[in-house]
């Protein structure tokens, strides 16, 4: 892994990174992560293979393995103690550990972030957008907190960690080919499936 240059970079592949881990593995999660990938992917054709950026253990490919039991899986994520514990249960999902700010060349179907643009450095977020859209073949799923215009909040006492916008929208202005092909809110008050109040953008590039 090339060297840490941002402050939100160190911060999620130290300890803070380690200890998310443990937050984030209830059976509740992956039944509202089966919930809102199904939502997604009866909007799209056939999907044979995908790239989550900032996958952690990879509770999101086990949600996705539920609906799609033949997709290839490929993750990056920064932290070493998530990728271990990634490849120790999921042998099967390839995981490369960088940042997701280093260029990645893997071409798939569908590439995504979920609740990992939200935590990203602001000036550094088109390094990101350009992975996401350079390696689609024609999807690409951006599920984050949404705010029309930047902000800025604490996260768990920390300055500088969360940050909320328009994702999708700056993504839709940087790459004119790609058109939105769906969206969907995830509310932390859904009586079955509860979630962070994510709100989802499916964008689709031309055929």
């Known amino acids: 892994m090339k060297d840490i240059k941002t402050e939100q970079e160190k911060f999620w592949a130290g ?17 509202a ?20 950026y900032g996958c952690n253990v990879g509770m999101n490919f086990r949600a996705i393995k539920n609906i799609l039991p033949n997709c290839s899986l490929r993750g990056v994520e920064i932290n070493k103690a998530a990728v271990d514990i990634l490849r120790e249960q999921q ?9 997701i700010l280093e260029p990645d060349k893997e071409k798939v179907d569908l590439t995504f972030t979920k609740g990992v643009l939200i ?7 088109e390094r990101v957008y350009e ?8 999807y690409l799923l951006i599920a984050e907190y949404y705010n029309p215009t ?7 006492g ?22 939105l092909l ?10 079955n499936f509860p979630q962070d109040d994510i709100t989802w953008f499916l964008l689709e590039k031309p055929n």
């Open 131 to 138: 992975n996401l859209y350079k390696n689609t073949l024609r």
């Open 15 to 31: 300890e803070f990174g380690d200890q998310y881990i443990n937050r984030n593995k209830s059976k509740e999660l992956l039944a």
């Open 119 to 125: 935590h990203i450095n602001p000036t550094e977020l």
């Open 33 to 52: 992560n089966i919930k809102m990938f199904s939502d997604v992917f009866s909007k799209t054709d056939k999907i044979s293979s995908i790239t989550e």
């Open 91 to 99: 042998p099967e999902i390839e995981v490369v550990q960088k940042s």
């Open 158 to 179: 920390h300055e500088d960690k969360l940050f909320k916008r328009d994702f999708a929208g700056e993504i839709l202005e940087l790459y004119s080919d790609l058109s």
């Open 150 to 156: 930047p902000v800025a909040l604490k996260y768990r």
């Open 182 to 191: 769906d969206y969907g809110f995830c509310y932390y008050r859904d009586n």
